[in-house]
């Protein structure tokens, strides 16, 4: 719990403080901020609603979790099921697959900032500063050039030398749009294969005459065979997890 309570200052910290004032402001460290978290139930309660209203974005534009569940519901619609899985089963599923390929880049943000923040050996700048490193190195990983420059150029800041000195304010949403467009490009290839059986399906329906047949009452069982012999569910996922 007492991570848990750490947690949500170091976060703060780390996406509305500008790198800058990190860097120059004396902020207390892990211990007094840790008691002071336990001894008063409103500043508890209020440390864990800033974690709670923090989480979502994070989750949705500083991982991989917009791009799995892009590709999960696109992988639905082509293969003709409108709600098979339910959106609670795709969004479970991204879920897992986020922390999974997540991981190790928490494991270095608790390593390296926030198990010396809670030992009072790093102030919560100190902290906020290390957190950002494997975060920002995770999230150039998924990133394209083309896309960092367009927000490079609106905030008129200067070619970085390397990726620490990216601001997270053009690397987050540069991040984004990057997983979003790789996202559309794996629904195309997912899409191709199950539009050539529609297509098939619908041709031979209408050389044999039986145009009053729904194409789509022959050519869904035929996708879902066609899924499950090559072991789609395994290949997808193999997929969203080796890709960035």
């Known amino acids: 719990m007492r991570r848990l309570y750490a947690l949500a200052p170091l976060l703060l910290a780390l996406l509305v403080v500008p790198q800058r004032a990190l860097a120059a402001a ?44 892009v590709v999960l519901s696109l992988l639905r ?55 950002q490193v494997p975060v920002k190195a995770f999230l150039a990983r998924g990133t394209r050039q083309q896309d960092l420059a367009i927000f490079l150029d609106v905030e008129h800041a200067p070619p970085p030398k390397s990726v620490q000195d ?36 619908a041709s031979v329906l209408m050389a044999l005459g039986m145009m009053m047949v729904p194409p789509t009452l022959i050519s869904l069982p035929l996708k879902l065979l066609l899924f499950v012999l090559m072991d789609g569910w395994g290949l997808v996922v193999q997929t969203l997890l080796t890709s960035r």
Not at 27 to 55: D, E, F, K, R, Y
Not at 84 to 94: C, D, E, K, T
Not at 168 to 185: D, H, M, R
Request: aromatic share 8%.
């Open 26 to 69: 004396p902020l207390p460290s892990g211990p007094s901020v840790s008691h002071a978290l336990q001894s008063n139930p409103q500043i508890t309660l209020l440390a864990l609603l800033s974690l709670l209203a923090i989480l979502p974005g994070v989750v949705l534009l500083m991982s991989s979790f917009t791009r799995i569940v």
């Open 77 to 131: 619609t082509a293969l003709g099921l409108n709600q098979v899985p339910p959106n609670q089963v795709l969004i479970g599923l991204a879920l897992f697959l986020t922390f999974f390929t997540m991981a190790p880049t928490l494991s270095r943000v608790e390593t390296t900032a926030l198990q010396p923040y809670l030992a009072g050996r790093i102030n919560l700048s100190q902290a906020a500063t290390r957190a």
């Open 166 to 201: 990216v601001p997270l304010s053009a690397l987050v949403p540069a991040y984004t749009i990057s997983q979003l467009t790789l996202a559309f490009e794996m629904g195309v290839l997912l899409f191709v294969p199950f539009v050539i059986i529609d297509f098939i399906v």
